[in-house]
């Protein structure tokens, strides 16, 4: 059992952020990053709207983070969490695959994961045509048509960036009008490879061995019709990563981790920071912002009970 100051779990903006804070108040935070680092700015091809960086990619931003926060002594363990015991009080039990520590503080930041449509055959191509992230599997594409399910800031960042590589990219969304913001619909209104198949849902997605087509359905019409495609991308949003903190931290009816102001959760000494507690802001800097904000905390929080 290795006894810890503060455990920070997830290597996303709002964990890496916690990290710098709390190495430069000297904590010499232990990072347990999960087995995605960086969590999602990580698989983000550009990102335009980080403050200091008129346009960086996601896995420089990541990098330089990581960087920062190792250059002030954060240590990084390259693992996942498996089990977490916060009912008995601080020192917490924070357990990986190939480790039991006790800390005195734990920062909960694990993030969100993309939401999956649910429908058959989307589980069977993943890897094979079915894809959440433009970033990592884009390439495949290479003048080939996709889809792409979704209507927000997401769907169209991500289907401009397919662009690059595919021939056609086609937003299927499920209403007729776009939740995404106005910059990303001019920039996609004026790109000749974007189409539109609006007020309409995926109902199955087929091939053999590869996606050959989908069955989608027109939500007005109840009109159903085959449309042939070499992928389908998939961006509706996220969910919040708090399976390991069931029936230990207060959630709302989403499961996100519910925070005070002082990104406190329901058990003093456990903080949490960034989309895993978050429903609303969901952006790089506004997670960033809430784990400088839980690094605060818990080092005035440690300070309280004993720990310089
Ligand atoms: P989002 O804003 O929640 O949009 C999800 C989209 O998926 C919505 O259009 C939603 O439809 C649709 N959807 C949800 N469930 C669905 C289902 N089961 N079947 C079909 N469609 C479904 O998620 P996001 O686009 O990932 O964005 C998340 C946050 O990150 C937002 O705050 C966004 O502003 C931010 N973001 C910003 C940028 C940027 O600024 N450049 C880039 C990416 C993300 P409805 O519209 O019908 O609900």
Not at 150 to 155: C, I, Q, R
Request: charged letters at 25%; aromatic letters at 8%.
């Amino acid at each position: 059992m290795v006894e810890e100051n503060l455990v920070i779990i997830g290597s996303g903006p709002a964990g890496l952020t916690a990290a710098i804070y709390a190495a430069r108040a000297n904590l010499k935070p232990l990072l347990i990053t999960g087995n995605e680092f960086g969590g999602q700015i990580a698989i983000t091809n550009e990102v335009e709207n980080y403050p200091g960086f008129d346009s960086i990619l996601g896995p420089d931003l990541t990098e330089k983070m990581r960087a920062q926060a190792e250059r002030f002594g954060t240590r990084f363990e390259i693992n996942e969490v498996t089990e977490v015991d916060f009912t008995h009080g601080s020192p917490f039990l924070v357990k990986t695959y190939s480790e039991e520590y006790r800390a005195k503080a734990v920062i909960v930041a694990t993030g969100a994961s993309a939401k999956r449509l649910g429908i058959p055959g989307e589980n069977d191509f993943i890897g094979r045509g079915v894809s959440y992230c433009a970033t990592c599997d884009g390439f495949f594409f290479r003048n080939k048509d996709v889809l792409v399910v979704g209507g927000g800031d997401s769907a169209l960042q991500e289907g401009l960036f397919l662009t690059k590589f595919a021939s056609r990219v086609r937003i299927v969304h499920r209403r007729d009008s776009l939740r995404a913001g106005e910059l990303l619909k001019t920039r996609a209104a004026a790109n000749e490879k974007i189409a539109y198949v609006l007020d309409t849902a995926l109902e199955e997605i087929r091939g053999n061995g590869a996606v050959k087509e989908v069955v989608a359905k027109n939500i007005k019409t109840g009109e159903t019709q085959t449309l042939d495609t070499d992928g389908v991308f998939v961006f509706i949003g996220h969910y919040p990563n708090t399976q390991l903190f069931e029936g230990q931290l207060a959630m709302d009816e989403q499961k996100f981790i519910i925070t005070d102001q002082l990104r406190q959760t329901s058990v003093p000494g456990v903080f949490a920071a960034g989309e895993v507690q978050d429903p609303i802001f969901k952006q790089a800097v506004s997670s960033a912002g809430q784990g400088c904000e839980a690094a605060i905390s818990a080092e005035r929080w440690l300070a309280a009970h004993g720990v310089k």
